[in-house]
């Protein structure tokens, strides 16, 4: 994808802070980040979402994400990591190349209001219904 900002950052031809890299990863700083520390971890191959990736790099994506959060640990001290990760237009997904947000939570960080939700209970035929609708679709 010649015009994705990610892939630029994976072949150089765009800077980054890069914190970790292996064959199929790069981590790097969020330059617009919402809590110091902000890390984005990219599949070295462009895929767009959740939808796209292959299992190898989704894999890798996620290992390197356990390297990076006890990197983020020592490093910080965080008071607790929230990883993050949008898909689609509908979810706010803004740069169209898959991308999985460590955003440490430290003391004085802003809220991320997708994590305080209020629990409330749901109404429970619905919620079988969706599910048998989901797991019918599983393959
Ligand atoms: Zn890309």
Redesign the pocket.
């Not at 994705?4 to 892939?7: E, K, L, S, T, V």
């Given at each position: 994808?010649a015009e994705?900002?990610?892939?630029k950052i994976?072949r150089g031809e765009m800077p980054c802070f890069k914190m970790y890299e292996n064959e199929y990863v790069l981590a790097f700083a969020d330059i617009n980040p919402i809590s110091k520390g902000h890390t984005l971890i990219?599949p070295k191959k462009?895929?767009e979402s959740l939808w796209e990736i292959q299992d190898e790099d989704l894999s890798a994506i996620h290992l390197a994400s356990r390297k990076l959060a006890h990197a983020i640990r020592e490093s910080l001290k965080p008071l607790g990591l929230a990883a993050l990760q949008l898909n689609g237009k509908g979810a706010n997904q803004v740069?169209?190349?898959y991308h999985l947000h460590l955003i440490p939570r430290l003391g004085g960080s802003p809220s991320l209001p997708m994590t305080e939700w209020e629990f409330k209970p749901g109404n429970r035929d619905a919620i079988r219904e969706t599910a048998q609708k989901i797991a019918a679709a599983v393959k």
């Open positions: 994808m994705c900002i990610f892939c994976v990219v462009h895929f740069v169209m190349h």
